[in-house]
């Protein structure tokens, strides 16, 4: 589904700050914890293999998978959970020391707001804990949506699963059709017939629903005065929740 907000922050937004989160990502503690799970995850790869070796059974495919896939999450929880945890209390201390109301990617900005990097860095990799701030954000003209939960909007939800068997219905046929396609011009001519009728079906099933979205998003921004709209992915600290509201006015 298309995104339901801008992709940028506009200039004339203040109080917000923004992180690199590549440049956390890339600390020392933070590489170390991901190698280790990296590792644990090699191994738990080799002994899922070994284990799905000769089980035929779809059901007991699928508890194993489940089985494994739980145990890689738990170790990712155990080594870098913390970590997290510790960047997350050094940002909410960062922003609230700065008076910042929202603290967002640094990816989403062009232009406008405060860097705050290098002090969550120097405050994550101080000796002590960080401390959290006693007050909560204060607030924000910066809302924010989870897609995650619009898209499990009936409405929004059928026309995703709509879009999603058509998709596999054409592209199932098309791979057919290249089968016995005889020349590259031919397969060239079946790709473009499948993209176009994709991009036929996208714009009657997808986009009045991402439309509507829009609409809507843009009236509970204007009933809350805010300035910005993002999406929940985009946003680190603070923000306004408007995500209830959406989903409310699509149904």
């Known amino acids: 589904m298309v995104a339901l907000a801008p992709a940028t922050l506009a200039a004339d937004v203040v109080d917000i700050g923004y992180i690199d989160q590549v440049a956390l990502s890339n600390l020392p503690r933070f590489v170390t914890a991901n190698r280790q799970v990296a590792t644990y995850k090699a191994e738990l790869d080799r002994q899922f293999t ?12 699928a508890r194993i998978a489940q089985e494994f896939q739980n145990k890689f999450i738990a170790r990712q929880r155990e080594v870098v959970g913390p970590l997290i945890a510790r960047a997350q209390v050094a940002i909410a201390s960062v922003a609230s020391t700065k008076n910042l109301s929202v603290v967002v990617d640094k990816r989403i900005v062009i232009f406008g707001g405060q860097d705050v990097t290098r002090n969550v860095v120097d405050l994550f990799n101080g000796v002590g804990d960080p401390v959290p701030p006693v007050n909560t954000p204060p607030p924000s003209s910066v809302g924010f949506v989870d897609q995650n939960v619009i898209n499990q909007v009936p409405k929004v939800k059928k026309a995703n699963d709509d879009f999603l068997k058509f998709q596999q219905e054409q592209s199932s046929a098309a791979q057919q059709k290249m089968r016995s396609a005889k020349t590259d011009a031919d397969r060239q001519q079946i ?10 079906k996208r714009k009657q099933i997808l986009d009045p629903v991402v439309e509507q979205m829009r609409n809507v998003i843009g009236d509970v921004a204007r009933k809350k005065g805010l300035l910005l709209v993002i999406d929940r992915t985009n946003l680190i600290y603070g923000g306004t929740d408007i995500t209830s509201d959406v989903a409310n006015g699509l149904k």
């Open 191 to 200: 790709f473009r017939d499948l993209q176009k009728t994709l991009g036929d």
């Open 50 to 61: 070994a284990r799905m070796r000769g089980v035929k059974n779809s059901n007991d495919q």
